[in-house]
């Protein structure tokens, strides 16, 4: 997942614990394997490499998956399109140069749900050239079935932590004499987007979670300055330039995976973020250009 990982499991018998974790860390390399856009092997680069070409056989995992993403299309406006992942071609984070404008308009055509065709267990990229990417919500999604498979295991109190992307399957800890359910929330604490370099890391602010998923969008790790302005890697699919509203957005919902893909929309959302999530029914921490944090009624009090 290119990114540290852990899962913290809270009980008494460290065997079945160390199994349970086994199996969910197979799980979570499982998923980085078959859809991981950097692999070779994976559906993903199959479903690239014949863009243009003829369709390709998906499994029920990968269609659900593909549902999803169109579902997300919808609900985003066409902002949030995992067809998007080409403009990256044109921007270089680790040099920081601007694109040309030819090279990322010829990108920008190659954008677009709407021309990815699905048919039954087949799916074919309309377009040479058009690529998948399920980035926006792979590694929450790698967080959620590590989850599902501690809870199967009978793991009733843990937190699986993918780079930040977390699940939270019940409280950390009880005290003696305390039922399990009742114990205490994990605390997590959300981190500043804008520390100095070379500083020691200083949470923004620290959330309760008991169970369910919540995940972190933001501008600051992956980004460059160039005359005073920062470019992230969050890219308008409608532009290819980057977004610029948001330093960071934490939502907290029922999973990691609908957490992350709702935290990445309020991003492309910018300006009109909060009053969108507000119609979502989520719950949030956002941190404004200035620094000033907005967060829901229910997250304020946490």
Same mark, same amino acid.
């Given at each position: 997942?290119?990114?540290?990982?852990?899962?913290?499991?809270?009980?008494?018998?460290?065997?079945?614990?160390?199994?349970?974790?086994?199996?969910?860390?197979?799980?979570?390399?499982?998923?980085?394997?078959?859809?991981?856009?950097?692999?070779?092997?994976?559906?993903?680069?199959?479903?690239?490499?014949?863009?243009?070409?003829?369709?390709?056989?998906?499994?029920?995992?990968?269609?659900?998956?593909?549902?999803? =993403?169109?579902?997300?299309?919808?609900?985003?406006?066409?902002?949030?399109?995992?067809?998007?992942?080409?403009?990256?071609?044109?921007?270089?984070?680790?040099?920081?140069?601007?694109?040309?404008?030819?090279?990322?308009?010829?990108?920008?055509?190659?954008?677009?749900?709407?021309?990815?065709?699905?048919?039954?267990?087949?799916?074919?990229?309309?377009?040479?050239?058009?690529?998948?990417?399920?980035?926006?919500?792979?590694?929450?999604?790698?967080?959620? $079935?590590?989850? =599902?498979?501690?809870?199967?295991?009978?793991?009733?109190?843990?937190?699986?932590?993918?780079?930040?992307?977390?699940?939270?399957?019940?409280?950390?800890?009880?005290? $003696?004499?305390?039922?399990?359910?009742?114990?205490?929330?994990?605390?997590?604490?959300?981190?500043?987007?804008?520390?100095?370099?070379?500083?020691?890391?200083?949470?923004?602010?620290?959330?309760?979670?008991?169970?369910?998923?919540?995940?972190?969008?933001?501008?600051?790790?992956?980004?460059?300055?160039?005359?005073?302005?920062?470019?992230?890697?969050?890219?308008?699919?409608?532009?290819?330039?980057?977004?610029?509203?948001?330093?960071?957005?934490?939502?907290?919902?029922?999973?990691?995976?609908?957490?992350?893909?709702?935290?990445?929309?309020?991003?492309?959302?910018?300006?009109?973020?909060?009053?969108?999530?507000?119609?979502?029914?989520?719950?949030?921490?956002?941190?404004?250009?200035?620094?000033?944090?907005?967060?829901?009624?229910?997250?304020?009090?946490?």
């Amino acid at each position: 997942m290119a990114s540290p990982c852990s899962i913290a499991i809270d009980g008494t018998d460290e065997g079945r614990m160390r199994r349970a974790a086994a199996g969910a860390i197979a799980e979570v390399r499982r998923i980085e394997h078959k859809y991981s856009r950097f692999r070779d092997d994976s559906i993903i680069s199959r479903i690239n490499r014949a863009a243009g070409g003829k369709p390709v056989d998906i499994d029920a995992e990968t269609s659900s998956l593909l549902d999803f =993403a169109g579902q997300l299309w919808s609900l985003s406006d066409g902002l949030f399109d995992i067809t998007s992942g080409v403009l990256q071609q044109a921007w270089d984070f680790r040099q920081g140069c601007l694109p040309e404008a030819a090279s990322l308009q010829r990108l920008v055509a190659l954008v677009g749900w709407q021309h990815v065709e699905r048919d039954g267990r087949q799916v074919r990229l309309a377009m040479p050239g058009m690529t998948l990417d399920v980035g926006g919500f792979g590694k929450e999604y790698a967080a959620d $079935r590590a989850a =599902a498979h501690l809870l199967a295991s009978g793991i009733g109190q843990a937190l699986v932590n993918l780079g930040g992307d977390l699940h939270a399957l019940g409280p950390e800890a009880s005290e $003696r004499g305390v039922p399990a359910h009742r114990g205490r929330p994990w605390q997590v604490d959300i981190q500043h987007p804008r520390m100095p370099a070379g500083t020691a890391p200083a949470p923004l602010a620290s959330l309760s979670l008991t169970r369910g998923g919540l995940a972190t969008s933001g501008d600051y790790e992956r980004f460059f300055v160039h005359d005073g302005r920062r470019y992230c890697h969050l890219l308008d699919p409608r532009t290819g330039w980057p977004v610029s509203h948001w330093q960071s957005v934490s939502v907290l919902t029922a999973s990691t995976t609908a957490a992350g893909a709702l935290a990445t929309i309020a991003m492309l959302k910018q300006e009109d973020a909060l009053a969108w999530l507000a119609r979502q029914g989520a719950r949030y921490l956002a941190v404004g250009p200035d620094g000033s944090l907005s967060r829901d009624p229910v997250t304020t009090g946490a």
